[in-house]
């Protein structure tokens, strides 16, 4: 009597081990679902901003060579400024929405000192060639985009480690899954030899009995 009931104990327990396992999984394939959306969500944001950068960076070079070379040649200004603006107007204006897309994708409330850092020493260096641009230090912008390319690198590659590890979530119950399965692994063991010694130690006590 007592073996049938150790061997239905152990089916009962099997049974809600793996109830408890297969829920979890499900579970865990949603949040998985969930953070891989996301991921992918980030990586395009890396490519869009890495490309907002570069239209940046090219505009703001480009526009900063013609003027310099407008004003060494000491042309009549007040005759050409009308001809010479609607001739870089698009220029000019891939150069400022290419500026706000970065900004807007710039999150400036960043809670890791890490990140913030980053964001900080990049936004320095797109202030400083905004700012020597619209002081006419046309030289000076044209080499400054050199240290906005030196603090853009550190940028993307922290992001993509971010889309490369996943969100901190994703982190979180990836090694909470691991230690659920180390757990009931080992609890698994541990209640099949409990029970395993308890049905061999019932034949030696009808042994005794008899």
């Known amino acids: 009597m007592d073996e049938i009931l150790l061997k239905n104990a ?14 979890f999984f499900a579970f865990m394939n949603l949040v998985s679902s969930k953070e891989q959306k996301v991921s992918e969500f980030r990586q395009e944001w890396i490519d869009s901003l890495r490309n907002s950068i570069s239209v940046y960076i090219s505009s703001l070079s480009y526009l900063s060579i013609l003027y310099k ?30 500026y ?15 990140t ?12 400083e060639t905004r700012r020597l641009y619209m002081t006419a230090d046309f030289f000076g912008a044209v080499k400054a985009c050199d240290e906005l390319r030196h603090k853009t690198k550190p940028l993307l590659k922290y992001e993509w480690i971010r889309v490369k ?45 008899e």
Not at 100 to 114: A, M, Y
């Open 69 to 98: 070379h407008r004003n060494d040649e000491g042309v009549d200004k007040t005759s050409t400024l009308l001809e010479f603006t609607k001739s870089v107007n698009d220029v000019y204006l891939k150069l400022n929405e290419s």
């Open 165 to 209: 590890t996943g969100e901190p979530s994703f982190r979180f119950w990836k090694g909470f899954s691991i230690f659920i399965l180390l757990c009931g692994f080992s609890l698994s063991l541990f209640s099949g030899y409990s029970l395993y010694d308890k049905v061999s130690q019932v034949p030696q006590k009808s042994e005794q009995s």
């Open 100 to 114: 706000n897309d970065i900004l807007f994708r710039i999150n400036p409330s960043e809670k890791n000192k890490k």
């Open 116 to 127: 913030i850092a980053v964001n900080d020493d990049f936004l320095k260096a797109l202030e």
């Open 10 to 23: 152990t089916l009962v327990i099997g049974a809600i081990f793996t109830a408890m396992v297969a829920g």
